[in-house]
């Protein structure tokens, strides 16, 4: 099963990036995924996430400006950034929890990342 994250680049500073994650392998369910960041020189920080329960979850800093989606039926997430600022120039990951089938058995990967996009802004 992989992640596999797109849609970075580069933006001036109040411009708006789509990212998408796609899921693949024979996947029987996303239990939970999110999107996370890393800056140059600080540590991997939690972006916007679903639980388990389906709740969403932001971080402070994006509230209101970014939303995150996701369509079960294709596996895929995604995260529209708005009102982008050169404080959100990261790369950008994906991770889930996913179960899915290998053979004949069902086997659930809790931490599965994707490759991380770059997503640049400009003042």
């Known amino acids: 099963v992989q992640l596999q994250a797109s849609g970075g680049g580069l933006v001036q500073a109040g411009g708006s990036l789509r990212l998408s994650c796609v899921a693949s392998g024979i996947i029987f369910s996303i239990n939970s995924m999110g999107w996370y960041r890393q800056a140059p020189g600080k540590e991997r920080e939690l972006v916007a996430a679903y639980t388990e329960s389906g709740n969403t979850n932001y971080a402070d800093s994006v509230k209101g400006r970014f939303t995150i989606s996701r369509d079960n039926a294709k596996n895929t997430m995604n995260l529209q950034m708005s009102s982008l600022k050169p404080e959100d120039t990261a790369v950008y990951y994906c991770?889930?929890?996913?179960?899915?089938?290998?053979?004949?058995?069902?086997?659930?990967?809790?931490?599965?990342w994707g490759q991380g996009t770059l997503v640049t802004v400009s003042s």
């Open positions: 991770n889930a929890d996913i179960s899915y089938k290998r053979g004949s058995r069902y086997q659930r990967e809790y931490d599965v």
